[in-house]
């Protein structure tokens, strides 16, 4: 798959050629799955997802972990009370951290959909703080951005997340941000193809594209 991208941030940059590589860890066939692995599979079918896809096509080279991984999404994405807004704004800054493209495809509209403004979606595809953001937004993108930065988060940063969100969410959302980080290093790895030949809506990762002359 080859197309053209120009830089946002810099209009007078060139064009970027790129080619997508191939997905290293594809759907492996149902007649192919051993027993693990179609038990795996028949419980992630069976819970919200209804299907297995995305990070869970290379997961299901590991079926022990695959099982476990399921039920903390299915937690994260369904059971944990955080506010999806919130919950998606997190994962979307996962997504954007990694650059991971399956995952910012999926969640884009989610978050959307949710609530979260267009101009914050913008900005943190862009690599940028938005400008405009509701105070749980501002302590949840403070947070992880403080986290992917410096490993940890400073008391102020911590004081005010639990103040918004109390323990158990400042847990739930740390959560979250991990969850989709694991995902997006195995899909990354993997090269996990984007569903129905999707754009690439974020730049592009090397690990990803090869640049035509």
């Given amino acids: 798959m080859s197309s053209e991208k120009e830089s946002k941030a810099n209009p007078a940059a060139k064009q970027l050629r ?4 191939p997905d290293r860890m594809p759907r492996i066939p149902a007649d192919k799955l051993n027993a ?10 069976e819970g919200p997802r209804g299907g297995v896809r995305g990070p869970f096509l290379p997961l299901m080279r590991s079926p022990g972990l695959a099982d476990p991984v399921q ?10 009370g955080l506010d999806k807004r919130i919950n998606e704004m997190a994962a979307l800054m996962a997504a954007r951290h ?28 862009g690599g940028w703080r938005p400008e405009e953001m509701a105070a749980d937004e501002q302590i949840t993108y403070d947070l992880i951005t403080e986290l992917f930065t410096n490993k940890s988060v400073s008391d102020r940063i911590y ?43 974020l730049d592009p990762m090397p690990q990803q594209i090869r640049r035509e002359s």
């Fill in 98 to 125: 990694w650059t991971q493209q399956y995952e910012w495809a999926g969640h884009m509209p989610q978050a959307l959909k949710a609530g979260l403004r267009q101009s914050i979606v913008d900005a943190i595809a």
């Fill in 36 to 45: 693990e692995q179609a038990a795996a599979a028949a419980a992630i079918a």
């Fill in 71 to 80: 039920k903390v999404g299915a937690y994260l994405r369904f059971g944990c």
């Fill in 18 to 21: 790129y080619t997508v590589l």
């Fill in 159 to 201: 004081a005010r997340a639990t103040t918004c969100f109390g323990e158990k969410g400042v847990v739930d959302l740390l959560g979250v941000a991990g969850y989709y980080s694991m995902l997006a290093m195995i899909m990354n790895v993997a090269r996990t193809e984007l569903k129905n030949d999707q754009p690439l809506s």
